[in-house]
T-cell receptor, first 107, second 114 residues
Framework: GIQVEQSPPDLILQEGANSTLRCNFS?????LQWFHQNPWGQLINLFY???GTKQNGRLSATTVATERYSLLYISSSQTTDSGVYFC?????????FGEGTQLTVNP | DAGVIQSPRHEVTEMGQEVTLRCKPI?????LFWYRQTMMRGLELLIY????????DSGMPEDRFSAKMPNASFSTLKIQPSEPRDSAVYFC????????????FGPGTRLTVL
Protein backbone atom coordinates (compact mmCIF):
# COMPACT_ATOMS: atom_id res chain seq x y z
CA GLY A 1 0.00 0.00 0.00
CA ILE A 2 0.88 3.65 -0.15
CA GLN A 3 3.42 4.95 2.36
CA VAL A 4 2.97 8.29 4.10
CA GLU A 5 5.89 9.83 5.92
CA GLN A 6 5.73 12.96 8.01
CA SER A 7 8.59 15.07 9.23
CA PRO A 8 9.76 16.12 11.64
CA PRO A 9 8.26 13.68 14.15
CA ASP A 10 8.60 16.25 16.92
CA LEU A 11 8.90 20.02 16.88
CA ILE A 12 9.23 22.48 19.74
CA LEU A 13 8.73 26.19 19.13
CA GLN A 14 8.51 29.42 21.01
CA GLU A 15 5.29 31.34 20.63
CA GLY A 16 5.47 33.61 17.59
CA ALA A 17 7.77 31.39 15.57
CA ASN A 18 6.93 29.99 12.14
CA SER A 19 7.12 26.33 11.17
CA THR A 20 6.83 24.00 8.21
CA LEU A 21 5.59 20.43 8.46
CA ARG A 22 6.16 18.02 5.62
CA CYS A 23 4.23 15.03 4.28
CA ASN A 24 5.76 12.73 1.66
CA PHE A 25 3.77 10.00 -0.04
CA SER A 26 4.95 7.11 -2.15
CA UNK A 27 2.38 7.01 -4.93
CA UNK A 28 -0.19 9.07 -6.80
CA UNK A 29 -3.09 10.16 -4.65
CA UNK A 30 -6.67 11.26 -5.26
CA UNK A 31 -6.61 13.71 -2.42
CA LEU A 32 -4.71 14.78 0.64
CA GLN A 33 -5.91 16.16 3.95
CA TRP A 34 -4.31 17.73 7.00
CA PHE A 35 -5.72 17.18 10.49
CA HIS A 36 -4.90 18.62 13.89
CA GLN A 37 -5.41 16.67 17.12
CA ASN A 38 -5.23 18.92 20.16
CA PRO A 39 -3.75 17.80 23.49
CA TRP A 40 -7.24 16.81 24.66
CA GLY A 41 -7.67 14.43 21.76
CA GLN A 42 -10.10 16.42 19.64
CA LEU A 43 -9.55 15.98 15.89
CA ILE A 44 -10.02 18.85 13.47
CA ASN A 45 -9.91 18.59 9.72
CA LEU A 46 -7.75 21.53 8.56
CA PHE A 47 -7.44 21.28 4.80
CA TYR A 48 -8.45 19.19 1.87
CA UNK A 49 -5.70 19.90 -0.64
CA UNK A 50 -4.97 17.40 -3.45
CA UNK A 51 -2.94 20.06 -5.24
CA GLY A 52 -2.11 23.73 -5.12
CA THR A 53 -2.17 26.06 -2.14
CA LYS A 54 -4.83 26.99 0.41
CA GLN A 55 -4.78 29.38 3.31
CA ASN A 56 -6.87 29.64 6.44
CA GLY A 57 -5.74 32.36 8.80
CA ARG A 58 -2.25 31.63 10.08
CA LEU A 59 -2.26 28.19 8.47
CA SER A 60 -1.58 27.42 4.86
CA ALA A 61 -0.88 24.25 2.93
CA THR A 62 0.71 23.44 -0.39
CA THR A 63 0.61 20.13 -2.22
CA VAL A 64 2.88 19.35 -5.17
CA ALA A 65 1.24 16.17 -6.37
CA THR A 66 3.75 15.53 -9.16
CA GLU A 67 6.57 15.47 -6.60
CA ARG A 68 4.50 13.61 -4.01
CA TYR A 69 4.69 15.94 -1.06
CA SER A 70 2.64 18.43 0.88
CA LEU A 71 3.68 21.17 3.28
CA LEU A 72 1.75 22.72 6.14
CA TYR A 73 2.88 26.18 7.21
CA ILE A 74 2.08 27.62 10.59
CA SER A 75 2.91 31.28 11.01
CA SER A 76 3.12 33.24 14.27
CA SER A 77 2.50 30.07 16.24
CA GLN A 78 0.39 30.16 19.39
CA THR A 79 0.22 27.77 22.32
CA THR A 80 -3.17 26.63 21.04
CA ASP A 81 -1.42 25.25 17.94
CA SER A 82 0.13 22.53 20.08
CA GLY A 83 -0.87 18.98 19.33
CA VAL A 84 -0.32 16.41 16.61
CA TYR A 85 -0.67 17.23 12.94
CA PHE A 86 -1.62 14.35 10.66
CA CYS A 87 -1.44 14.11 6.93
CA UNK A 88 -3.79 11.61 5.26
CA UNK A 89 -3.90 10.59 1.62
CA UNK A 90 -6.43 8.72 -0.46
CA UNK A 91 -5.17 6.38 -3.13
CA UNK A 92 -7.97 4.62 -4.93
CA UNK A 93 -10.52 4.25 -2.17
CA UNK A 94 -8.18 3.79 0.78
CA UNK A 95 -7.40 6.55 3.25
CA UNK A 96 -3.94 6.25 4.82
CA PHE A 97 -2.67 8.41 7.66
CA GLY A 98 0.89 9.40 8.43
CA GLU A 99 2.23 8.98 11.94
CA GLY A 100 1.98 12.67 12.64
CA THR A 101 4.17 15.55 13.79
CA GLN A 102 3.98 16.37 17.50
CA LEU A 103 4.12 20.16 17.82
CA THR A 104 4.71 21.89 21.13
CA VAL A 105 4.47 25.68 21.27
CA ASN A 106 5.87 27.14 24.46
CA PRO A 107 4.76 30.54 25.81
CA ASP B 1 -26.11 22.14 15.66
CA ALA B 2 -24.43 20.38 18.59
CA GLY B 3 -21.80 18.81 16.37
CA VAL B 4 -21.12 15.11 16.08
CA ILE B 5 -22.24 13.30 19.21
CA GLN B 6 -20.73 10.05 20.36
CA SER B 7 -21.67 7.82 23.25
CA PRO B 8 -20.47 6.56 25.55
CA ARG B 9 -17.36 8.71 26.04
CA HIS B 10 -15.65 5.95 27.98
CA GLU B 11 -16.32 2.23 28.01
CA VAL B 12 -14.60 -0.42 30.07
CA THR B 13 -15.57 -4.00 29.42
CA GLU B 14 -14.27 -7.49 29.81
CA MET B 15 -12.94 -9.66 27.04
CA GLY B 16 -15.71 -11.54 25.29
CA GLN B 17 -18.41 -8.98 25.94
CA GLU B 18 -20.35 -7.17 23.24
CA VAL B 19 -19.62 -3.47 22.85
CA THR B 20 -21.78 -0.96 21.00
CA LEU B 21 -20.57 2.51 20.18
CA ARG B 22 -23.01 5.15 18.99
CA CYS B 23 -22.79 8.21 16.79
CA LYS B 24 -25.15 10.99 15.81
CA PRO B 25 -23.82 12.94 12.81
CA ILE B 26 -24.43 16.57 12.05
CA UNK B 27 -27.85 17.03 10.51
CA UNK B 28 -27.73 17.24 6.73
CA UNK B 29 -24.37 15.56 6.33
CA UNK B 30 -24.45 12.75 3.78
CA UNK B 31 -21.25 11.00 4.83
CA LEU B 32 -20.40 9.31 8.10
CA PHE B 33 -17.01 7.86 8.99
CA TRP B 34 -15.75 5.58 11.76
CA TYR B 35 -12.06 5.81 12.71
CA ARG B 36 -9.93 4.00 15.26
CA GLN B 37 -6.80 5.38 16.95
CA THR B 38 -4.23 3.29 18.78
CA MET B 39 -0.64 3.86 19.78
CA MET B 40 0.51 0.91 17.71
CA ARG B 41 -1.43 1.50 14.50
CA GLY B 42 -2.14 5.21 14.61
CA LEU B 43 -5.30 6.51 12.96
CA GLU B 44 -7.25 4.17 10.69
CA LEU B 45 -10.45 4.60 8.72
CA LEU B 46 -12.69 1.61 9.49
CA ILE B 47 -15.76 2.27 7.36
CA TYR B 48 -17.76 5.07 5.83
CA UNK B 49 -21.39 5.49 4.82
CA UNK B 50 -23.05 7.61 2.16
CA UNK B 51 -26.74 8.29 2.67
CA UNK B 52 -26.88 5.48 5.25
CA UNK B 53 -25.33 2.92 2.88
CA UNK B 54 -21.90 1.41 3.72
CA UNK B 55 -19.56 2.28 0.88
CA UNK B 56 -16.12 1.10 1.96
CA ASP B 57 -15.65 -1.27 4.87
CA SER B 58 -12.21 -2.48 3.86
CA GLY B 59 -10.74 -1.00 7.02
CA MET B 60 -12.90 -3.08 9.33
CA PRO B 61 -10.38 -5.34 11.04
CA GLU B 62 -12.36 -8.57 11.14
CA ASP B 63 -15.78 -10.14 11.36
CA ARG B 64 -16.08 -9.27 15.03
CA PHE B 65 -16.65 -5.67 13.93
CA SER B 66 -19.88 -4.52 12.34
CA ALA B 67 -21.33 -1.09 11.62
CA LYS B 68 -24.84 0.00 10.78
CA MET B 69 -26.60 3.21 9.91
CA PRO B 70 -30.35 2.60 10.19
CA ASN B 71 -31.19 6.24 9.49
CA ALA B 72 -29.55 9.55 8.69
CA SER B 73 -29.15 10.54 12.31
CA PHE B 74 -27.72 7.43 13.91
CA SER B 75 -24.93 4.92 13.44
CA THR B 76 -23.51 2.12 15.55
CA LEU B 77 -20.21 0.30 15.63
CA LYS B 78 -20.44 -3.06 17.33
CA ILE B 79 -17.68 -5.39 18.47
CA GLN B 80 -18.68 -8.92 19.38
CA PRO B 81 -16.85 -10.53 21.07
CA SER B 82 -14.45 -7.85 22.23
CA GLU B 83 -10.75 -8.53 22.78
CA PRO B 84 -8.05 -6.56 24.63
CA ARG B 85 -6.45 -5.56 21.31
CA ASP B 86 -9.63 -3.67 20.45
CA SER B 87 -8.78 -1.12 23.13
CA ALA B 88 -8.55 2.21 21.35
CA VAL B 89 -10.24 5.54 20.84
CA TYR B 90 -13.01 5.30 18.27
CA PHE B 91 -13.95 8.49 16.43
CA CYS B 92 -17.01 9.20 14.36
CA UNK B 93 -17.00 12.01 11.80
CA UNK B 94 -19.44 13.40 9.26
CA UNK B 95 -19.30 15.66 6.23
CA UNK B 96 -21.44 16.95 3.38
CA UNK B 97 -19.27 15.46 0.65
CA UNK B 98 -16.54 12.88 0.43
CA UNK B 99 -13.05 14.25 1.07
CA UNK B 100 -13.79 17.65 -0.44
CA UNK B 101 -15.60 19.17 2.51
CA UNK B 102 -14.45 19.46 6.06
CA UNK B 103 -15.05 16.39 8.19
CA UNK B 104 -16.36 17.19 11.65
CA PHE B 105 -15.26 14.80 14.35
CA GLY B 106 -16.99 13.70 17.49
CA PRO B 107 -15.11 13.66 20.81
CA GLY B 108 -14.38 9.95 20.52
CA THR B 109 -15.14 6.91 22.65
CA ARG B 110 -12.25 5.54 24.67
CA LEU B 111 -12.70 1.76 24.82
CA THR B 112 -10.80 -0.41 27.25
CA VAL B 113 -11.18 -4.17 27.01
CA LEU B 114 -9.79 -6.01 30.02
Amino acid sequence: GIQVEQSPPDLILQEGANSTLRCNFSDSVNNLQWFHQNPWGQLINLFYIPSGTKQNGRLSATTVATERYSLLYISSSQTTDSGVYFCAVTSGSRLTFGEGTQLTVNP
Amino acid sequence: DAGVIQSPRHEVTEMGQEVTLRCKPISGHDYLFWYRQTMMRGLELLIYFNNNVPIDDSGMPEDRFSAKMPNASFSTLKIQPSEPRDSAVYFCASSFRLYTDTQYFGPGTRLTVL
